[in-house]
């Protein structure tokens, strides 16, 4: 037996999002989403299901803050809903939408929850979609004006604010494969997509400065994974490198280098033109925390299967899956010590050296001055959870020792990164409730709050008092 202590302030948090647990999707004056879109046709989601009513946290909010106060959760990371801001888009405000965050985070801080609050988990309004949405340029300028009004509401609250939520789902998921909204299947729009959501939290990160009533921490939030060749050939680690390419970096060099691995292949660049424009890399380098949601690895192997880019993912045998993904957790630690060590290393002060800041805004890295150390963005895990078919027992219990196990292995990862030099700063769990899992609907349950999907009555899960006892010690006992 061990005591995994954690360091002091390391921040402990459990995440959710807008369109997963709110419901009231067309309540207050709220704008159609593009996931309002998507879920109302047939096919799109399993068993027809859609985030109309969701868990009701929109009329809810005030009870699941106080359970979450009785846990012991000390920080909440949530999204706002960008179409009950601005219903068209762009230009007239909804009071009554920014009222409703007014109300939740006011509530979050009467129970002492410091909230980091995201502005866009993929719910863009429909009516910037029906202009060509995501791989239009228009939508990044329209972004940062909802990042200018929403901080300028806000800000004297909220210390936090991330831009975006995992952006390659948003671009790949939604314009590529096509299993989320918009759901086109074009490799081109879903490259433009990325680097204009990449662009708009550029834009919007200057919006968010210029109006913060304090300083603001700027962040993101990336899925990012290890990917591992099926085998040893050349053409499998070549696919791997590929998919490495255009999963990781594709976010990641933009955001930390100032280089965009899309300049590297022709063939992007004979689909997106001159989507890249000069002066944008510039813009993007704005971070004062990244944001790494951890599920799983991608183990890929060369393939005709996904075409243009040729690869397969492969699921070996003999390893542990949820309804979802392999279960892998040295893949959190081989993760964390990757982008420490190609994006974090060397440190700041010897790329100053190298190459002085651009300009006096600048930090070394070229990043903006926030409250990360010495200008180097803090590195948090900002989600990390299992889905389990999780039920009650006779006795009203929910024993869902599966996600205990998941968490403890993962958490264990996290302070074995941070043993190996990464400063990892917080770890939120994903997610607080059971709520809509997207194009799979409410088959793969999450949080750590049981929600019987017919009353909406909320049960916490064995899972939730293990958590709260962990952010109570700041660690955990392991064998
Ligand atoms: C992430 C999403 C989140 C949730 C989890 C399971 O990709 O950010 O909304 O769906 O996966």
């Known amino acids: 037996m061990q005591k995994l202590t954690f360091p002091k302030n390391f921040v402990w948090g ?15 004056g709220k704008g159609q989403s593009i996931w309002d879109t998507f879920s109302h046709t047939p096919g799109k989601i399993a068993n027809g299901e859609t985030g109309d009513v969701s868990i009701d946290h929109y009329h809810r909010y005030k009870d ?6 009785e846990l012991g959760i000390p920080t909440y ?10 219903p068209e888009g762009s230009g ?12 939740l985070v006011d509530t979050l801080l009467k129970h002492k929850i410091e909230p980091y609050l995201c502005l866009f988990h993929w719910d863009l309004p429909q009516v910037l979609q029906d202009k060509g949405g995501w791989p239009e340029r228009a939508t990044a300028y329209h972004f940062a004006e909802y990042a200018h009004i929403v901080t300028a509401r806000l800000s004297d609250r909220v210390g936090v604010i991330m831009t975006h939520n995992e952006p390659w789902v948003a671009a790949f998921v939604g314009h590529f494969l096509g299993d989320h909204a918009p759901g086109s299947k074009d490799l081109g729009a879903a490259i433009k997509a990325q680097h204009h959501i990449l662009l708009s939290h550029g834009l919007a990160a200057e919006a968010i400065r210029a109006e913060a009533r304090q300083p603001v921490k700027i962040g993101i939030t990336l899925n990012l ?3 591992h060749p099926a085998t040893d050939s050349k053409k499998d680690r070549e696919a791997a490198q590929r998919v490495d390419a255009i ?3 594709i976010v990641l060099d933009p955001l930390l280098k100032g280089t965009s691995p899309i300049e590297e292949f022709a063939l992007a660049k004979l689909l997106t033109g001159k ?22 690895r991608a183990v890929m192997k060369h393939s005709s299967k996904i075409p243009v880019v040729n690869v397969e993912q492969v699921h070996p045998a003999g390893n542990e899956y949820s309804g979802m993904w392999e279960i892998y957790p040295e893949g959190l630690h081989e993760l964390l010590m990757r982008i420490w060590k190609d994006y974090f290393t060397p440190s700041p002060f010897d790329r100053l050296r190298a190459a002085p800041p651009a300009s006096s805004r600048s930090t070394p890295l070229g990043l903006p001055k926030g409250k990360g150390e010495g200008g180097m963005p803090e590195i948090m895990i900002t989600e990390n959870g299992v889905p389990v078919p999780d039920g009650l027992d006779f006795d009203g219990r929910i024993r869902d020792e599966r996600r205990i196990r998941y968490l403890q292995n993962h958490i264990a990862q996290v302070h074995r990164a941070i043993q190996d030099g990464v400063p990892v700063k917080g770890y939120f769990h994903w997610s607080l409730m059971d709520n809509f899992e997207w194009a799979l609907g409410y088959g793969q349950r999450f949080g750590l709050v049981y929600v019987d999907y017919k009353t909406l009555k909320r049960t916490v899960k064995d899972s939730g008092r293990w958590f709260a006892k962990v952010i109570a010690e700041n660690g955990m006992i392991v064998e």
Request: charged content about 25%; proline content about 4%.
């Open 77 to 86: 990371r949530f999204s706002v809903a960008w179409p009950r801001i601005l």
């Open 64 to 69: 699941d803050v106080a359970r979450m106060a």
């Open 225 to 227: 994974n290890p990917v």
């Open 92 to 103: 007239k405000v909804n009071a009554k939408g920014l009222a409703f965050y007014d109300r």
């Open 14 to 28: 459990v995440a959710a999002s807008a369109y997963q647990i709110e419901g009231a999707w067309n309540e207050d």
């Open 275 to 296: 989507v890249i424009q000069p002066g944008d890399l510039e813009k993007i380098r704005m971070l004062d925390l990244l944001g790494v949601n951890y599920y799983s």
């Open 247 to 249: 999963m990781n970096r």
